[in-house]
């Protein structure tokens, strides 16, 4: 290898660093997304045993939490959907830069086309993650009715 290869190397793996960045948040999103999908279906859990058991109170009451709780869990199970397919993109984007480098065709049409793609998904994501918060606050009571 000689030294302006060492030098193309160097810049595919410049070129890659700044959609790794954005990978890494991506994977803190779906973090968040995860932990929220689970204390979803804990709260779901809790209303059915109780409904099941008849220790509801008022099963007109428990029957509408869940169905708050299925809208929630569509709308973060979506935004978990859109969050890995925009990963993913961003994953393909950082290998086809790093390929550009050894194969002498010109790859910035894939390139442009595959980050537009994920930041559409990372867009769709973030919006049915504000939904799921609204529909969150929107059902949120406190003290008591």
């Known amino acids: 290898m000689d030294g302006m290869q060492v030098v ?12 790794v960045f954005l990978l890494s948040g ?16 804990d709260r779901a859990r809790k209303v059915e045993d109780s409904v099941r058991n008849a220790t ?9 939490q869940l169905k708050v709780a299925s809208r929630r869990a569509r709308f973060i199970n979506a935004s978990i959907t859109l969050s890995t397919i925009a990963a993913l993109l961003i994953a393909l984007v950082v290998a086809l830069l790093f390929a550009s480098t050894f194969v002498p065709l010109s790859l910035a049409v894939y390139v442009a086309v595959l980050f537009v793609l994920a930041m559409i998904a990372l867009v769709g994501a973030l919006l049915s993650f504000l939904i799921e918060v609204r529909i969150a606050t929107a059902a949120l009571r406190i003290g008591a009715r």
């Open 8 to 19: 193309d190397i160097a810049h595919a793996i410049q070129l890659a660093l700044a959609p």
């Open 26 to 41: 991506i994977g803190v999103l779906l973090g968040v997304l995860t932990n929220r999908l689970a204390r979803i279906v």
């Open 56 to 64: 509801a109170p008022d099963h007109e009451d428990a029957r509408e």
